[in-house]
């Protein structure tokens, strides 16, 4: 099994261009994450998706969109991208959100580091 | 906003000697996880603890929970060069459908 995999692993854009970030998963878990991780702010949650169908903000969604294409795949796109975006951006799945009887650990990809110019 | 927060941001220790970690919060919580990142890696889970337990084992490392003080602590024994890493806590708040809040973590250098 691969776990969780991101594609690209790198990526340069110049201000303004957009691109999409691919996430798959071969777990058969129900829930999804996209994160960005900047230093010294540790892992910020940009869009989940609780399940196959759903998808709901996190904490920075700004700037940002999301597709559920199917239980295996979550997408990431930068419509018009900006120098703040400038991140290394993860991509994590778990069995199900937290919750009452609900304890789930979760899986994540390496990673995809992107500069905007 | 940040749940929960680490303690030390950094920590640099010789091999063979125990590092600990703490990570504090500020609201109830479901259970708390450990998560450790190699350099230009992804983070990988090194333990769960639930609310209601008070410590919990695996390997080398011992992890406990206080939910009086809403703290924990992760204690790595007999460390080793390979544990060299940055180290998140991350929990999971009460109610439904909650998601994991990661702190900033801990840096932790082990010295051969």
């Known amino acids: 099994n691969a776990g969780v995999t991101q594609t690209p692993k790198f990526q340069v854009l110049k201000t303004g261009q957009s691109m999409t970030l691919q996430c798959a998963q071969d777990m058969n878990h129900n829930s999804m994450y996209w994160y960005r991780q900047d230093p010294g702010m540790g892992l910020r949650l940009i869009y989940y998706?609780?399940?196959?169908?759903?998808?709901d903000k996190g904490e920075v969604p700004n700037g940002y969109n999301v597709s559920r294409l199917n239980k295996r795949e979550f997408s990431l796109r930068l419509e018009s991208a900006a120098p703040s975006q400038t991140s290394v951006y993860f991509c994590?799945?778990?069995?199900?959100?937290?919750?009452?009887?609900?304890?789930?650990?979760?899986?994540f990809g390496p990673g995809t580091r992107l500069t905007v110019l | 906003s940040q749940q929960g927060e680490e303690d030390p941001q950094a920590l640099s220790i010789q091999e063979g000697e125990n590092a600990t970690m703490n990570c504090s919060y500020k609201?109830?919580?479901?259970?708390l996880q450990w998560y450790r990142q190699n350099s230009g890696r992804g983070l990988v889970h090194l333990i769960l603890i639930r609310s209601n337990e008070r410590e919990k084992h695996s390997g080398r490392l011992r992890v406990t929970l206080d939910t009086s003080k809403k703290s924990s602590s992760l204690l790595i024994t007999a460390s080793r060069a390979a544990d060299t890493a940055s180290y998140f806590c991350?929990?999971?708040?009460?109610?439904?459908?909650?998601?994991?809040?990661f702190g900033k973590g801990i840096t932790l250098s082990v010295r051969p």
């Open positions: 991350a929990t999971g708040p009460t109610g439904a459908n909650s998601k994991l809040t």
């Open positions: 609201t109830s919580i479901n259970n």
């Open positions: 994590a799945s778990s069995e199900a959100l937290q919750g009452p009887g609900s304890y789930n650990e979760q899986f």
């Open positions: 998706s609780a399940s196959e169908g759903t998808t």
